[in-house]
């Protein structure tokens, strides 16, 4: 799951694999070969192998002398197990939200080891052309899932619409907006998000649901920051395991990703222009990932 908008955010499946997994894993294929050599390929994972800057990635880094296979899936479900496995050596799909539901709930300790891009969840009105027009006592409306509803409540926080309690987390539902917050919070399906716009002061709206309604991420009162602390849990990252969070040559791949232009621009150009690129050192994505666990298990 790159998690972006062209793609459902956290998704369940069941799921094929666009490339068929040959053999075991890269390092069992040949223990002795270095990975990234002929005859050890990085192995790395992703959703849309068939978006173009992946091609100019994979010629980067063959650039750099790095032999590298990209392996597609089709959905969001199976990178993770994959990588768990040994059948990949990193991945790049999803964001430390999402990673970190993994790791709780399969017993996993995949970490993330650098930063892509966050793709900002929005505040949208058809009344009011900015947060501060917003009157006291207004309805504003969140998506209903437990990920993006999170994630549009500490939106509304940053904008100053709400507190919530201990400040929010990735795990923030509606009982924890407190009593001095400006406004009323509702929740409803994320598709329906839109649709409320006429009826309430603001939606959250998930990017999916913009252009059918004539909107774009232009239009936004608000979104999250990838440089606010709260918004690191849905920045999108390459993941690998616990073991090899420090290995030189996918540390590489993240260095190559980041300060490739042509790749970045081939992303843009596919995220609808919607991408805040990131560069969060992995020391702090790993901080949140430990943060976001805590909160999913705290939450049972």
């Given at each position: 799951?790159?998690?972006?908008?062209?793609?459902?955010?956290?998704?369940?499946?069941?799921?094929?694999?666009?490339?068929?997994?040959?053999?075991?894993?890269?390092?069992?294929?040949s223990?002795?070969?270095?990975?990234?050599?002929?005859?050890?390929?990085?192995?790395?994972?992703?959703?849309?192998?068939?978006?173009?800057?992946?091609?100019?990635?994979?010629?980067?880094?063959?650039?750099?002398?790095?032999?590298?296979?990209?392996?597609?899936?089709?959905?969001?479900?199976?990178?993770?197990?994959?990588?768990?496995?040994?059948?990949?050596?990193?991945?790049?799909?999803?964001?430390v939200q999402?990673?970190?539901?993994?790791?709780?709930?399969?017993?996993?300790?995949?970490?993330?080891?650098?930063a892509?891009?966050?793709?900002?969840?929005?505040?949208?009105?058809?009344?009011?052309?900015?947060?501060?027009?917003?009157?006291?006592?207004?309805?504003?409306?969140?998506?209903?899932?437990?990920?993006?509803?999170?994630?549009?409540?500490?939106v509304?926080?940053?904008?100053?619409?709400?507190?919530?309690?201990?400040?929010?987390s990735?795990?923030?539902?509606?009982?924890?907006?407190?009593?001095?917050?400006?406004?009323?919070?509702?929740?409803?399906?994320?598709?329906?998000?839109?649709?409320?716009?006429?009826?309430?002061?603001?939606?959250?709206?998930?990017?999916?649901?913009?252009?059918?309604?004539?909107?774009?991420?232009?239009?936004?009162?608000?979104?999250?920051?990838?440089?606010?602390?709260?918004?690191?849990?849905?920045?999108?990252?390459?993941?690998?395991?616990?073991?090899?969070?420090?290995?030189?040559?996918?540390?590489?791949?993240?260095?190559?990703?980041?300060?490739?232009?042509?790749?970045?621009?081939?992303?843009q150009?596919?995220?609808?222009?919607?991408?805040?690129?990131?560069?969060?050192?992995?020391?702090?994505?790993?901080?949140?990932?430990?943060?976001?666990?805590?909160?999913?298990?705290?939450?049972?």
């Amino acid at each position: 799951m790159r998690i972006r908008t062209a793609r459902p955010l956290a998704i369940a499946g069941t799921v094929g694999l666009a490339v068929a997994l040959v053999g075991c894993s890269s390092a069992a294929s040949s223990e002795s070969a270095e990975l990234g050599s002929a005859e050890n390929p990085v192995q790395l994972g992703v959703v849309g192998a068939s978006d173009p800057y992946w091609a100019v990635y994979e010629a980067a880094v063959e650039a750099e002398g790095i032999q590298l296979e990209i392996v597609d899936f089709t959905e969001y479900t199976q990178p993770n197990p994959a990588l768990s496995e040994g059948e990949l050596d990193v991945n790049q799909f999803q964001h430390v939200q999402y990673l970190g539901d993994y790791n709780v709930s399969s017993g996993e300790d995949l970490q993330p080891i650098g930063a892509t891009a966050i793709y900002p969840l929005g505040l949208y009105s058809d009344k009011y052309e900015s947060v501060d027009d917003i009157p006291d006592g207004e309805t504003v409306v969140v998506p209903n899932d437990t990920v993006n509803q999170a994630r549009g409540l500490l939106v509304l926080q940053s904008a100053g619409l709400i507190a919530l309690a201990e400040g929010g987390s990735p795990a923030s539902t509606l009982e924890d907006v407190l009593p001095e917050s400006r406004v009323e919070v509702e929740a409803v399906d994320a598709a329906l998000t839109v649709n409320s716009l006429p009826d309430v002061a603001a939606a959250i709206v998930n990017n999916d649901f913009l252009g059918p309604a004539g909107l774009s991420s232009q239009d936004a009162l608000v979104a999250d920051d990838p440089s606010d602390e709260a918004a690191l849990p849905y920045v999108n990252i390459f993941a690998a395991r616990a073991d090899d969070a420090d290995d030189e040559v996918l540390l590489q791949l993240v260095e190559i990703f980041q300060s490739n232009q042509e790749v970045l621009d081939g992303l843009q150009e596919v995220a609808g222009g919607t991408a805040v690129f990131a560069t969060t050192p992995a020391a702090d994505l790993q901080a949140s990932l430990v943060e976001v666990e805590e909160s999913l298990q705290a939450q049972g």
